[in-house]
């Protein structure tokens, strides 16, 4: 049987045959059991809260999941609509036991999720999540009279989570003009709120949260909204967060996107500049652009990779205390204000950027020359044979030898099907296009499988 969590939690079609009412009232007392196990609770009941963001099905997943965490004798605080990282800080904020995260992020409406953070808003690692699906169906002693939890609101969730953002600042944001996709999800509160009250002035659009339009053509997937009305309102910069607001990416006063990589190393720079960069070091995954990489390298900034997801990203931070992570889709942490990706934290961070240095984000990002990046997937492969099959890595190294230090390669087998992307970075689309279409015809020829 596949594992039920996924490397952000439990996601799928809310209501379908897998993301019930039923699973999440049977995760939340797994995660309750589990987490009653392994704490000290004597004397009081553990208390978790709870956070979602506004697609529709979150309601009744969100009530599934109190009622099965009180139903385990676990207090409840009920955050609301909130982004991810905003229930994270209020996790540790309200010294909860417990985070859970109702959300599916930059997915479809139709689609949901669960996600548990433990003490202190980290997402908890791989045992404790195996911990929790192990103990699905299994016999428990349910816990009567007071003995079980109650369920309470937190009604200043939002005002809470806006102010410590500004707190994270040295300088208001004063002067400055910004347009903010709000992508008609999780942010749609918080982020316009915690960057007015820093101090600028705020134009928010696809910011209508009711439920059914979360993520449908509007957000960090969809930037073109933004890059019109940041030019239409002749506004310093725009952001665009996805439906829970722990990606961020940018726009600058011309219409031009800022990518992830630019991001990072806008912020980056500054807290070397600053000296807070810890180790001289950012982490990135594979997929980071090689114009990231030389930007960084010119700046005597250390570049660490990982295999893509944030989730390789923090581990990385987290073993060698680094203050900076991220990846090319707008997932950036900043360790030293947060535990996970923080899409507004990133615009006050950068937009504080601006004010420090006195330049525009346009100037800020083009530290990075971003390469040109094809990418084609080639399907029905033997993926096991891809980093193997001795004349694929021939023609690799070919190609990369051809290519020299200004271009890269990278072959990455699907994880759940029979695919192999080919990635090809080169000084022109056409050479990038060229190289990526001849390596994808050798996958073929090598790898393909018996009809």
């Known amino acids: 049987m596949a594992r039920l969590f996924g490397t952000d939690g439990v996601r799928g079609r809310a209501n379908g045959e897998i993301l019930t009412s039923a699973l999440a009232l049977d995760l939340a007392v797994s995660a309750a059991l589990v987490l009653t196990e392994t704490g000290d609770f004597s004397g009081r009941k553990p208390v978790a809260v709870v956070g979602r963001d506004p697609r529709i099905s979150g309601e009744f997943l969100e009530a599934a999941v109190a009622a099965g965490l009180a139903s385990a004798g676990v207090d409840v605080i009920d955050l609301g609509v909130l982004p ?50 192990a103990r699905l169906g299994q016999p428990w002693e349910r816990p009567t009279g007071a003995d079980v939890g109650r369920i309470g609101f937190h009604r200043t969730a939002v005002e809470e989570y806006a102010a410590y953002l500004v707190r994270t600042l040295v300088k208001p944001l004063a002067g400055l003009t910004v347009v903010v996709d709000c992508a008609n999800g999780a942010a749609c509160s918080a982020g316009p709120l915690a960057l007015s009250d820093a101090g600028a002035k705020v134009i928010a659009i696809n910011n209508d949260p009711d439920g059914l339009s979360i993520n449908d053509g509007v957000g960090s997937t969809h930037p073109e909204s933004l890059q019109k009305a940041v030019v239409d309102h002749g506004a310093d910069a725009g952001f665009a967060w996805d439906g829970d607001a722990d990606r961020c990416l940018a726009v600058d006063a011309a219409g031009n996107l800022v990518d992830g990589d630019q991001l990072i190393a806008i912020l980056a720079l500054g807290l070397a500049e600053d000296g ?74 950068v937009l504080q950027r601006m004010i420090t240095s006195g330049r525009t984000l346009a100037e800020l990002a083009s530290v990075v020359t971003r390469l040109p990046q094809v990418l084609v997937n080639v399907p029905d492969v033997d993926r096991s044979r891809a980093r193997t099959d001795e004349g694929l890595l021939a023609a690799v190294a070919a190609e990369e030898a051809a290519l020299g230090g200004d271009g890269r390669i990278l072959l990455r087998p699907s994880g759940t099907e029979n695919l192999v992307r080919v990635m090809v970075e080169a000084p022109t689309h056409d050479q990038a296009q060229s190289v990526a279409d001849r390596l994808a015809e050798v996958v073929r020829q090598r790898l393909s499988l018996p009809v």
Not at 106 to 121: A, E
Not at 289 to 317: C, H, P, S, W
């Open 84 to 133: 991810t990282p905003g229930v994270a800080h209020l996790t540790a904020a309200l010294d909860a036991d417990l985070g859970v995260v109702i959300s599916a992020s930059h997915n479809p409406m139709p689609d949901n999720g669960i996600k548990f953070l433990q003490r202190g808003g980290l997402k908890l690692d791989d045992a404790l999540e195996d911990r929790i699906e």
């Open 276 to 349: 807070l960069l810890h180790g001289d070091t950012v982490v990135v995954t594979v997929m980071s652009n090689l114009g990231f990489v030389k930007a960084m390298d010119a700046a005597g900034i250390t570049v660490k990779q990982t295999a893509v997801g944030d989730r390789y990203v923090l581990e990385e931070m987290r073993a060698h205390g680094y203050a900076i992570g991220g990846e090319q889709s707008g997932h950036i942490i900043l360790s030293d204000h947060a535990t996970t990706g923080d899409g507004i934290l990133t615009a006050v961070q």
